[in-house]
């Protein structure tokens, strides 16, 4: 659900009436109740008139409140956009987007089938028409098979439900959920696009009904051309053209295509890609930066070699992979081959894939600090990714590996690792399928069960994560893992951890995370003396073991008390236990990260708050900390203690720390692995910030002011807030402006006709790192900053949010225009007397905002100027969404001045309202919302 835009009017309203109360209670404030004897009986009476006025308007608002819907439903998301490569610079390859939507034009054409060979750019040529046709279709689904976790039907079902936000109310069986779609999409004009399709779909089974929809269209990508064989019309993705190919080859290797010799080969090498996009970046990478000729002929010579080895399909591609293997260093290559045992096209967290390398000794054989591991982790994903090994996924952090690509890496690691055994299986497993295995992998399953004893003595890596089915582990389960290094119960519904437990002595990583089921540890815990990363959010236990006391080798650990469990003692087996036992935290002499997640409901937390922070305060080697103060003089303490900067051991590279209490999202419930220099503080409450204490953000690179009673930022200096990156303050009642610089000394020359300033001392900078701002529900803003800007101040910022500002009059004055040359993405949002963005009467100087693309104006009721220049030119400016701006009538851009503007969304309204001279300058660029 949404707020109504009447509902929204009437808040405004609203926080006008409490601004007109405020000053009602600053006037009677000032009026002395007695001057020089005497009751000042005109003030009081005119204050009194005042008030019985504004009561009567309070009650016709309150009045008003009942004759308008607060909430409504909020709308489907027409398009969910992909943002793929570029291909405009590809014909061969843009001319099928072009074609399919040539097709989708045609009613007469209900199903296009799309085929062709593996890295073909099938997925590519998908993700574009999907963000093509938007004007085409009221609603374009984007499915990637095989959906993770679900059947193929209801995996289906679930993207179209959640993408049209139909309330569905519990759990509904496949065919009804059917018939709610089939009714949904009856009347409305939409494409359904599915990607990578194995098998033949039933599209009825899905409520998807081409021969009754009449307005319902459905393309899917394949590799086998039999599955189109039902479809209206079939389009084969042929490889790229020669001269494409020719093209993305030389991007990739470099001029000294041009020489001689190497143009020659190049062309045979080419001849031999056959235009597949993907085989020519594999090839193409492996010859970048070799200037030898004798080098290129002898790696052509290897691709025409016949392989010995028997290779179903794909054996030119599975050649092109051997050789950029082989050009990664030996201890690069088993990282890349453990990546593969993942399910398909699984978006894979670098970080948690990192610490699994280091659990199997894959990298940072001999590194006894986790930091360097993992920086080692980065280098080498960023190398996968750099030779088309891996694809990085939209998601931060993330990135997942072509289907095709990893069914090669598998061949490669039966041949090249001593024909060792992985066990990548679905469904049911026999037993005898577990004996010698080395890596096993049974993530997400539907449903099955574990042996009692398998013969698995040389296992290493045991997935089971993400299988709620999973409930029970039998007692010997693990009695024959000695070697086993990494294991991973995360999301399944285990109780307990089997006595066996004890047999895993080179156990170094353990996810037990989000195991809700889980409520203890057992005695034979303590035995798992090698264990280094252990992960313990989200399950059920409400006290850490002392056993883990026992664990003096832990570097890492991460743990989280459920919000259930708050406001009473812990109790286990009818003893009253401690959250954190004394000295449990202390005895973990190499723990080098910690988060420890508490909501800040939790009393029993603000008990031990201070003992618990004096026990992390001596923990030499912690790099990494993620933890939740209740009070400023509690994390004061903590700050006397340890220091984020401290002499005569490691000082706190990276934290996420919360100080006071604040009803939003829980601050520390997320991944946080420490890899990062990210040092983020978040300040909620209004007490006052000693200067002392504000003389430690000079290490902080991403700062949260939440509900503070400040005016401004002045209470640091400039120079400590240089460092900050991100930078978010709402619900700061006081808050007037951001003083971004300091004016350090002024000397007037000449004063009798002041024709000089000289300014006298250094300048200072402010921010000049800052990259993302957001300021909210800050009541008192006049201004985003005062005063003289340092040319470096904002430099670097590249989005900036403003919602609530009820008292902002305009986003930016003129000595606010310069230093924005990097702004991309701007919003407002709720700020009922912002009238203009950019000052009236300013010189906006050539390359202003010249890197501006998004632009969001919502429920601005008094805003009717954007820019008073109309010569102004929108360099980069993209798209523009305009929501209940009514006074709104003028633009000043247009397709000449704003040359990359791709559309404009607004209400029909708002555009029917519009100027004509400005309908016609953007004649085609608006589309409806």
């Known amino acids: 659900m949404e707020m109504t835009s009447q509902c929204s009017g009437w808040l405004t309203e609203v926080q006008k009436m409490k601004d007109k109360i405020q000053d009602l209670r600053n006037r009677y404030d000032n009026t002395s109740r007695r001057l020089c004897g005497f009751y000042p009986f005109r003030s009081l009476l005119k204050l009194g008139k005042d008030i019985v006025t504004m009561t ?8 008003e409140e009942k004759k308008f819907t607060k909430m409504e439903p909020r709308p489907s998301v027409s398009v969910i956009k992909k943002h793929p490569m570029k291909i405009n610079d590809m014909p061969s390859l843009d001319e099928h987007v072009e074609r399919l939507i040539m097709c989708l034009k045609n009613d007469k054409l209900k199903t296009i089938g799309v085929f062709g060979l593996p890295g073909m750019g099938k997925t590519t040529v998908m993700e574009h028409l999907n963000d093509r046709v938007g004007e085409l279709f009221e609603i374009v689904f984007y499915v990637t098979l095989p959906v993770p976790e679900m059947e193929i039907v209801e995996g289906i079902q679930k993207k179209i439900v959640e993408q049209l936000n139909l309330q569905v109310q519990g759990h509904l069986s496949s065919s009804i959920m059917a018939d709610i779609i089939s009714i949904a999409l009856a009347n409305k004009k939409h494409l359904l696009l599915l990607d990578q399709v194995s098998s033949k779909i039933n599209l009825k089974k899905v409520g998807i009904h081409v021969d009754k929809h009449i307005h319902g269209r459905v393309v899917f990508a394949c590799r086998d051309r039999s599955f189109c064989e039902f479809t209206d019309e079939e389009i084969e993705i042929k490889g790229l053209s020669e001269v494409d190919a020719k093209k993305l080859f030389r991007e990739i290797v470099g001029d000294i295509i041009d020489q001689r010799k190497c143009k020659i080969i190049g062309k045979k090498l080419l001849d031999f890609c056959s235009g597949v996009p993907h085989f020519i970046k594999l090839i193409a990478v492996r010859f970048r930066n070799v200037e030898d000729h004798g080098t290129w002929k002898s790696l052509l010579n290897r691709m025409r070699t016949p392989s010995k080895k028997i290779l179903e399909e794909m054996e030119e591609f599975y050649k092109a992979v051997e050789l950029i293997y082989d050009s990664l260093s030996k201890d690069r290559q088993p990282c890349l081959l453990h990546s593969a045992i993942f399910p398909p096209d699984s978006e894979l967290y670098q970080e948690y894939l990192i610490e699994c390398w280091i659990g199997e000794r894959l990298i940072a054989k001999n590194a006894k600090k986790l930091r360097p591991a993992r920086d080692e982790g980065h280098e080498i994903v960023t190398e996968f990714e750099s030779k088309y090994l891996v694809e990085r996924c939209r998601k931060a952090g993330h990135f997942k590996m072509p289907q095709f690509l990893q069914q090669i890496y598998l061949k490669l690691a039966y041949n090249r690792e001593n024909n060792s055994k992985f066990l990548v299986a ?16 049974l993530i997400r399953q539907m449903s099955f069960t574990l042996p009692d004893t398998p013969a698995c003595s040389e296992i290493s890596t045991l997935f089971l994560q993400k299988n709620p089915s999973l409930t029970n582990i039998p007692d010997l389960f693990f009695k024959y893992m000695r070697e086993l290094c990494v294991l991973d119960l995360y999301d399944t519904r285990i109780t307990s951890l089997p006595p066996s437990i004890s047999s895993l002595i080179n156990l170094r990583v353990l996810y037990l995370n989000n195991c809700v089921q889980l409520v203890e540890l057992p005695s034979q815990f303590g035995k798992l003396k090698s264990l280094e ?39 286990i087996n009818g003893q009253r236990t401690e959250m954190i036992p004394s000295r449990v935290i202390e005895n973990l002499s190499s723990l080098q990260e910690l988060s420890i997640d508490v909501d800040f409901k939790n009393q029993i937390w603000n008990q031990i708050v201070d003992r618990v922070a004096t026990e992390v305060a001596t923990l030499k080697e912690l790099t990494s900390l993620c933890f939740y103060f209740p009070t400023l003089v509690c994390f004061q ?30 601050f520390l419930q997320f991944d946080f692995f420490g890899y ?7 300040i909620s409450g209004g007490e006052v910030i000693s200067v002392e204490l504000s003389k430690l953000f000079n290490l902080v690179t991403t700062l949260e002011l939440f509900g503070h009673d400040s005016e401004n930022l002045s ?12 930078c978010t303050i709402k619900e700061c009642n006081e808050m007037k402006s951001m003083p971004l610089c300091h004016l350090q000394d002024l000397k007037v020359e000449d004063s009798s006709e002041l024709k000089k300033l000289i300014v006298v001392g250094r300048t200072v900078q402010a921010f000049s790192k800052l990259e993302n701002m957001e300021l909210s529900n800050l009541p008192k803003l006049v201004s985003i900053c005062k005063g003289l800007i340092d040319s470096t101040s904002l430099n670097s910022l590249t989005t900036l949010t403003l919602k609530s500002c009820p008292k902002l009059n305009c986003l930016f004055p003129e000595y606010m225009i310069q230093p924005l040359c990097n702004l991309q993405d701007l919003k407002a949002e709720d700020c009922s007397e912002l009238k203009e963005v950019i000052e009236v009467g300013s010189v906006v100087q050539t390359g202003a905002f010249s890197k501006l693309k998004n632009m969001e104006l919502v429920n601005l009721p008094e805003l009717f100027r954007l820019c008073e220049d109309n010569s102004f030119e929108w360099l980069s400016f993209e798209i523009m969404k305009i929501m209940t701006c009514p006074k709104l009538k003028e633009l000043p851009i247009s397709k000449e001045n704003a040359l990359s503007l791709i559309k404009i969304e607004c209400t029909r309204q708002w555009w029917s309202d519009l100027n004509d001279s400005v309908k016609d300058r953007l004649e085609g660029l608006h589309s409806f919302t």
């Open 637 to 666: 303490t903590f700050i006397q203690n340890c220091m984020l900067r401290r002499r005569g051991g490691n000082c706190l590279k990276s934290f996420r720390i919360q100080v006071g209490n604040h009803k939003t999202e829980n």
């Open 676 to 682: 990062k220099d990210e040092r983020h503080l978040r």
């Open 533 to 571: 990363i252990l992960d313990l959010r989200g399950t059920g236990i409400l006290s850490l073991p002392t056993v883990l006391a026992q664990m003096t080798g832990l570097k890492c650990l991460r743990v989280s008390f459920k919000e259930q469990n708050f406001g009473y003692a812990n109790h």
């Open 715 to 726: 209470i640091f200096s400039a120079e400590e807030l240089n460092l900050v990156e991100v």
């Open 56 to 63: 009567g308007e309070i009650i016709l608002l309150r009045e």
């Open 426 to 441: 679905k469904g049911e497993i026999e037993e005898q399928q577990w004996e010698d295995v080395k890596r096993v992998s």
